[in-house]
């Protein structure tokens, strides 16, 4: 995690988890994100960023695999 950027817009957030900004607008008035919770973000003014730790954290739910036969 060297030379990331500690608070990530929509855009950059989105990009970050792999779904488009406009699933992650929608998720926040859902509270539904590719079936789960989404990460929490944080208001400053009209802005949403998202803290790039909780997005790694978010990420790190679904753990990894090496096949589909898994």
């Given at each position: 995690?060297?030379?990331?950027?500690?608070?990530?817009?929509?855009?950059?957030?989105?990009?970050?988890?792999?779904?488009?900004?406009?699933?992650?607008?929608?998720s926040r008035s859902t509270g539904i994100l590719l079936g789960h919770k989404p990460p929490a973000y944080r208001?400053?003014?009209r802005k949403v960023v998202y803290d790039s730790a909780v997005l790694q954290e978010?990420?790190?739910?679904f753990g990894t695999r090496n096949n589909t036969a898994a």
């Open positions: 995690m060297t030379n990331e950027k500690p608070r990530l817009d929509t855009k950059e957030a989105a990009n970050f988890i792999g779904c488009s900004h406009h699933t992650m607008k929608v208001k400053l003014g978010w990420l790190n739910q």
